[in-house]
């Protein structure tokens, strides 16, 4: 499995931005399908961004053109680029790592509110 470290959360006024990264270790990082999910008090954990090793991207429709998934494989490092944030965004963002099993961050709290 593959360590992941998030950063990045924090308190944001609804309309800002916030940029979370997840650090990965490991030599494969380039092969692996990378994701970001979020989990809210009282919900179940929720796929919103994923990037494939390709490069590929798709996103849950509540954050389709405000939030955008990238990587950087020479930093082994995906990130989750957060626009006109709003207050149903707030949630324990996870990162997400698959190639073949899964592993998981450990979340970063991201809360929208003035």
């Known amino acids: 499995q593959v360590q992941l470290v998030e950063s990045g959360g924090g308190l944001v006024q609804p309309g800002g931005s916030l940029r979370l990264s997840c650090a990965a270790s490991g030599s494969l990082f380039r092969l692996y399908t990378m994701s970001w999910y979020r989990q809210a008090p009282g919900k179940q954990r929720e796929l919103v961004a994923v990037?494939?090793?390709?490069?590929?991207?798709n996103y849950v429709d509540s954050v389709k053109g405000r939030f955008t998934i990238s990587r950087d494989n020479v930093k082994k490092t995906v990130y989750l680029q957060m626009n006109s944030l709003k207050s149903e965004d707030t949630a324990v963002y996870y990162c997400?790592?698959?190639?073949?099993?899964?592993?998981w961050g450990q979340g970063t709290q991201v809360t929208v509110s003035s």
């Open positions: 990037i494939t090793f390709s490069g590929v991207t």
């Open positions: 997400n790592a698959h190639l073949g099993q899964d592993s």
